[in-house]
């Protein structure tokens, strides 16, 4: 083998490697940050949370990232450690998915045109999502590059004896599963290692037999990734992380003793593997099979585990007990029975449980400063976990009012329960506004390293406080029935400043501030979404400053 073979492979590894995490990435970022919503909503019971899993693993690609996810949100009671078990479950097979994808060998035919198309794509749409659609595009090209120039690299290993002899020893079970799981733990992704096998199996340098003890030590080795995210989490975190291990390690274990059953002349797994590709998909594909294999693996291991989830939960929980039980987040004050015993009291409650939406919201607005400031993203998650408990609140809010409002009311009750869904409303979108789009522009300013000139970010900060005053003096509204103050806020609604501070920003850019050269559209969307928040602020106030 050449060194120009050499080069030829680590070029192709890294260009697969990087395709794969930044399809990944725009996959992800085209989803605009619904991932986490859809996790929360559709997890109500095992089979839709195993189809969540599976679901959101194909889009990210990653049972580790989807198992990261669940982790933080079981740690901030958005999700039960009961709920998680099936999403990490569905994750484990969602995680396949890319081996299936890359057995296409015939696609690296056009991997060049996906590449070119995926480029022009990037070059002709303009909005945001039209750029992530065109970089899917492109990294799903460089994708499929990399596994053909790996296979091409890899041919002469066919001949050379030292790789040959290597490989032999990776054929017994347990050298391949060991290798498996350390290359996993160090790539992080379970469907790369699986990817890599099959190139290396194209390039015929690999058989089934020595590819599939790889893949299985690969699907216990992606936990890793899954156990370091949930370090700074809390306990409950780390169980859902914690019982991904013992879910891989329990297929693991099932997969190994089939391996080590001899059928036919080959072993029991390994001839399932050829009958199921050669009868059902009517393939002999190499590439085919092996992606067969990896995704036969949490299949079996799910045929096992499910009917005994219970018995394994309770097993697991003598060796990780339960901690302090982390209380599902939900409501606090209104129940379907509060209807009916009285409406003055299921108006009260209602309106507690909208000041505990207007408080997360509080806190999000006092977080946008941090988030500005810092680099560190966390700040950016803990921002969204808000919005999530907040859009939480909100269905169950709507729906209770929504109901309370057929019921047989006053003139003056019926004129709040109306005036509380509106202020709902108003509140929810504010959340919106900072988690959807706010702290998008925190993250691109993170993630691009940009600085506001001195000015500029004074600018800004005066903005955000006055915008932080106006919802504190909302609190007082909504807490103390404050009309006069509401009138006020209504009164000081139209702030000459916010365009006073666009021409300023826009006098910077004519000098040629590099500064705000780079940041200006942040800079300018930013003062749009302050006045947006404003807006819902004086909106919010308008409706209670009717309610004499």
């Not at 991904?244 to 390994?270: C, D, K, N, S, T």
């Not at 099979?289 to 799910?302: C, D, K, V």
Request: overall charge positive; some cysteine; proline content about 2%.
């Amino acid at each position: 083998m050449s060194i120009w073979n050499l080069f030829t492979l680590f070029g192709g590894l890294a260009i697969f490697l990087f395709g794969m995490m930044e399809m990944n990435k725009h996959l992800t970022s085209i989803a605009s940050g619904k991932m986490k919503s859809i996790m929360i909503a559709l997890t109500r019971g095992r089979t839709r949370g195993y189809i969540t899993g599976l679901g959101i693993t194909m889009v990210n690609q990653s049972s580790s990232a989807t198992t990261v996810l669940e982790a933080a949100l079981v740690g901030a009671g958005l999700l039960t450690f009961q709920q998680s078990l099936a999403v990490t479950l569905g994750a484990e097979l969602g995680s396949t998915f890319l081996a299936q994808l890359v057995a296409f060998p015939s696609i690296s035919k056009f991997s060049t045109f996906i590449v070119a198309l995926g480029f022009i794509l990037v070059l002709t749409l303009k909005s945001e999502k039209g750029r992530h659609i065109g970089m899917t595009v492109f990294t799903f090209g460089l994708l499929f590059m990399g596994m053909e120039m790996m296979s091409m690299a890899l041919k002469p290993l066919r001949s050379y004896e030292p790789f040959i002899e290597l490989m032999k020893n990776v054929e017994t079970p347990i050298l391949g599963l060991l290798f498996g799981l350390l290359f996993t733990m160090i790539i992080q992704s379970s469907g790369a290692t699986a990817g890599i096998t099959i190139a290396m199996a194209m390039a015929g340098t690999i058989s089934l037999e020595q590819a599939i003890p790889i893949n299985l030590g690969a699907a216990v080795g992606t936990c890793i990734t899954a156990v370091l995210g949930s370090l700074t989490l809390n306990w409950e975190a780390k169980r859902s992380a914690y019982i991904h291990v013992l879910f891989q390690l329990i297929g693991a274990v099932w997969v190994f003793i089939l391996l080590m059953i001899p059928f036919r002349g080959e072993r029991l797994y390994i001839w399932g593997i050829k009958w199921f590709t050669l009868n059902v998909m009517g393939t002999d594909s190499i590439a085919r099979q092996i992606a067969m294999g990896f995704t036969f693996m949490p299949i079996i291991n799910h045929l096992i585990v499910f009917p005994n989830l219970n018995l394994i939960v309770r097993l697991f929980n003598r060796v990780f007990p339960e901690g302090e039980t982390v209380k599902p987040f939900g409501v606090e004050f209104i129940n379907d029975q509060l209807i009916n015993r009285s409406v003055e009291l299921s108006l009260m409650m209602a309106r507690k449980e909208i000041l505990r939406v207007a408080e997360f919201v509080q806190i999000m607005l006092f977080e946008m400063k941090s988030a500005f400031r810092s680099k560190d993203p966390k700040v950016i998650s803990s921002v969204g976990n808000l919005d999530s408990k907040i859009d939480t609140l909100h269905k169950i809010i709507i729906s209770f009012l929504a109901r309370l409002s057929q019921r047989e009311l006053s003139e003056k009750q019926s004129e709040l329960c109306v005036n509380y869904l509106y202020v709902q409303n108003e509140l929810e979108s504010i959340g919106d506004v900072i988690d959807k789009n706010v702290m998008k522009l925190a993250e691109k300013k993170i993630r691009q390293n940009l600085k506001f000139s001195e000015e500029g970010f004074k600018e800004l900060e005066h903005l955000l406080r006055k915008v932080n005053r106006r919802f504190d003096k909302l609190m007082m509204v909504l807490r103390d029935d404050d009309i006069d103050t509401a009138r006020i806020l209504l009164s000081t609604y139209r702030d000459e400043e916010e365009e006073k501070y666009k021409e300023l920003h826009i006098k910077r850019l004519h000098k040629g501030l590099e500064e705000s050269i780079a940041t200006s559209s942040v800079h300018l969307d930013l003062i749009s979404y302050f006045s947006q928040i404003n807006g819902h602020i004086a909106y919010i106030a308008d409706r209670l400053s009717l309610v004499s």
